[in-house]
């Protein structure tokens, strides 16, 4: 946990600027009237849909010159480099990538783009529904950091795909400027990484419930302010938890704090959650069980936190039933399950929170007794199919029994 932590550390906080050493002001000015410099290429100017490019710092002294590098387009001549094929001056642009055979830029060929392919297919057949989304991709190929559901809520995936932690009310342009999910993909890259080779679970930063980085972010008992997008320390100004509270810090946002009563009272104060508490106790008693010379193998399943430090949606109560919660552990409406039933076995109270989400609307989903979506769902006089996070599956009717999901007991699950 130390080690993750310090390396955290070393690669967000320590920035040391360079560019004050060398080049003050007034050095490119002499510079660039002594040596000159060439003339950018013209595509960063344009920056319209077939010339584009980035502006970068100049590979000259004090990156005096203005540099540009530009991006080919699609079946545009490339090179891959090498000897006799030229010098590189551009690149293929955002998704694309250079061909070695043919030296032109083609499509990279990736899980998202795939999918993307798929989608369009169908779409020329007329088989996407209203409420189907093409998948979203980066300029790397991969899957873009969320994804919307439109008119319900956008939520954090990885780069493959795969949904992970952060959700927030899907209110259009400005949600997906303010989801970037950073820190939900920080820690599931340290959970695929380096957790499968530790005993305990590794914690990784805070997330608050969008997947954006906690503005408080503890190393040990001494606090920070960090950028919610980038994760990295924004001011020197830290406090002690043996002295201070969270609350003392300039960025405590009380909304943000999910146990605002560790900052209640007499110091020392504490920025922990119930379930890494429990966590934590869990590790102790393993340990002292080896200490005592126990075979501890039994107990060696510590339930990992979610990156917010909650237990999640779904939260099993003293008497063995799971019920759905929210971000501070309230129940949420009457999901719940009783064990050795299927109901409990697939449980996990997606729906129940993406409703919860849209306390507002009127238009939220139907959700199983367990918190699941249900399969069918129905809006202004159309139904759908959808997937266990919600997302529509096919085209919608207005007759459900012509769905691929459609199933005579349908309303009840
Ligand atoms: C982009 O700008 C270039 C140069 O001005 C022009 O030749 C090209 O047609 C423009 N492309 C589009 C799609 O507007
Ligand atoms: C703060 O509240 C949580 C849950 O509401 C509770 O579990 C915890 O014991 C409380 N902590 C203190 C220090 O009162
Ligand atoms: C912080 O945790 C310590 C140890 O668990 C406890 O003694 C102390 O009361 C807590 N402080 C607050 C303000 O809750
Ligand atoms: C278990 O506890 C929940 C609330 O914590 C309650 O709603 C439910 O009825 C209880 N179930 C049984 C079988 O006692």
Same mark, same amino acid.
């Given at each position: 946990?130390?080690?993750?932590?310090?390396?955290?550390?070393?690669?967000?906080?320590?920035?040391?600027?360079?560019?004050?050493?060398?080049?003050?002001?007034?050095?490119?000015?002499?510079?660039?009237?002594?040596?000159?410099?060439?003339?950018?290429?013209?595509?960063?100017?344009?920056?319209?849909?077939?010339?584009?490019?980035?502006?970068?710092?100049?590979?000259?002294?004090?990156?005096?010159?203005?540099?540009?590098?530009?991006?080919?387009?699609?079946?545009?001549?490339?090179?891959?480099?090498?000897?006799?094929?030229?010098?590189?001056?551009?690149?293929?642009?955002?998704?694309?990538?250079?061909?070695?055979?043919?030296?032109?830029?083609?499509?990279?060929?990736?899980?998202?783009?795939?999918?993307?392919?798929?989608?369009?297919?169908?779409?020329?057949?007329?088989?996407?529904?209203?409420?189907?989304?093409?998948?979203?991709?980066?300029?790397?190929?991969?899957?873009?950091?969320?994804?919307?559901?439109?008119?319900?809520?956008?939520?954090?995936?990885?780069?493959?795909?795969?949904?992970?932690?952060?959700?927030?009310?899907?209110?259009?342009?400005?949600?997906?400027?303010?989801?970037?999910?950073?820190?939900?993909?920080?820690?599931?890259?340290?959970?695929?990484?380096?957790?499968?080779?530790?005993?305990?679970?590794?914690?990784?930063?805070?997330?608050?419930?969008?997947?954006?980085?906690?503005?408080?972010?503890?190393?040990?008992?001494?606090?920070?302010?960090?950028?919610?997008?980038?994760?990295?320390?924004?001011?020197?100004?830290?406090?002690?938890?043996?002295? *201070?509270? #969270?609350?003392?810090?300039?960025?405590?946002?009380?909304?943000? !704090?999910? &146990?605002?009563?560790? /900052? +209640?009272?007499? $110091?020392?104060?504490?920025?922990?959650?119930?379930?890494?508490?429990?966590?934590?106790?869990?590790? *102790?008693? #393993?340990?002292?069980?080896?200490?005592?010379?126990?075979?501890? !193998?039994? &107990?060696?399943?510590? /339930? +990992?936190?979610? $990156?917010?430090?909650?237990?999640?949606?779904?939260?099993?109560?003293?008497?063995?039933?799971?019920?759905?919660?929210?971000?501070?552990?309230?129940?949420?409406?009457?999901?719940?399950?009783?064990?050795?039933?299927?109901?409990?076995?697939?449980?996990?109270?997606?729906?129940?929170?993406?409703?919860?989400?849209?306390?507002?609307?009127?238009?939220?989903?139907?959700?199983?007794?367990?918190?699941?979506?249900?399969?069918?769902?129905?809006?202004?006089?159309?139904?759908?199919?959808?997937?266990?996070?919600?997302?529509?599956?096919?085209?919608?009717?207005?007759?459900?029994?012509?769905?691929?999901?459609?199933?005579?007991?349908?309303?009840?699950?």
């Amino acid at each position: 946990m130390e080690f993750v932590w310090l390396l955290f550390v070393c690669l967000v906080l320590y920035q040391v600027d360079c560019t004050s050493i060398l080049c003050e002001e007034g050095f490119c000015r002499n510079h660039r009237f002594k040596e000159g410099c060439s003339t950018p290429a013209h595509e960063c100017r344009i920056n319209n849909a077939t010339h584009t490019g980035l502006w970068l710092p100049s590979p000259t002294i004090c990156n005096c010159c203005e540099y540009c590098l530009p991006f080919y387009g699609k079946e545009s001549h490339c090179s891959a480099g090498g000897p006799g094929t030229g010098v590189t001056v551009g690149r293929c642009g955002h998704g694309l990538t250079c061909d070695p055979q043919q030296l032109t830029c083609v499509r990279m060929s990736s899980k998202c783009h795939t999918a993307q392919d798929e989608y369009d297919a169908r779409h020329l057949r007329g088989e996407t529904g209203a409420l189907e989304q093409r998948p979203l991709c980066d300029g790397k190929g991969n899957y873009a950091a969320f994804h919307c559901v439109p008119a319900h809520t956008c939520f954090c995936q990885s780069e493959d795909g795969e949904r992970i932690f952060g959700e927030r009310l899907n209110l259009g342009a400005t949600t997906m400027q303010n989801m970037h999910c950073g820190c939900s993909r920080f820690n599931y890259k340290i959970r695929k990484s380096i957790s499968p080779g530790v005993r305990f679970p590794v914690i990784g930063p805070r997330c608050t419930a969008d997947g954006n980085f906690h503005p408080v972010q503890c190393i040990g008992r001494t606090c920070y302010c960090v950028n919610r997008i980038t994760g990295k320390i924004r001011d020197e100004k830290s406090i002690n938890l043996n002295q *201070d509270p #969270i609350s003392k810090l300039p960025c405590y946002n009380a909304e943000l !704090d999910l &146990f605002p009563n560790q /900052s +209640e009272g007499k $110091p020392p104060y504490n920025y922990t959650t119930p379930c890494y508490e429990h966590m934590q106790a869990k590790i *102790d008693i #393993i340990k002292q069980a080896e200490e005592n010379g126990f075979i501890t !193998d039994f &107990f060696t399943t510590v /339930s +990992e936190c979610m $990156p917010d430090g909650t237990y999640g949606r779904v939260l099993k109560t003293t008497n063995g039933t799971k019920i759905c919660v929210d971000d501070r552990g309230h129940k949420i409406e009457d999901y719940e399950a009783e064990p050795n039933t299927e109901n409990y076995e697939n449980m996990d109270c997606k729906c129940a929170k993406t409703s919860f989400l849209m306390a507002q609307s009127n238009e939220r989903p139907i959700c199983c007794k367990n918190g699941n979506f249900r399969k069918i769902q129905c809006r202004r006089g159309q139904c759908r199919c959808v997937d266990s996070d919600g997302r529509q599956i096919g085209r919608e009717s207005a007759d459900v029994t012509t769905l691929s999901c459609y199933n005579p007991d349908w309303k009840r699950c």
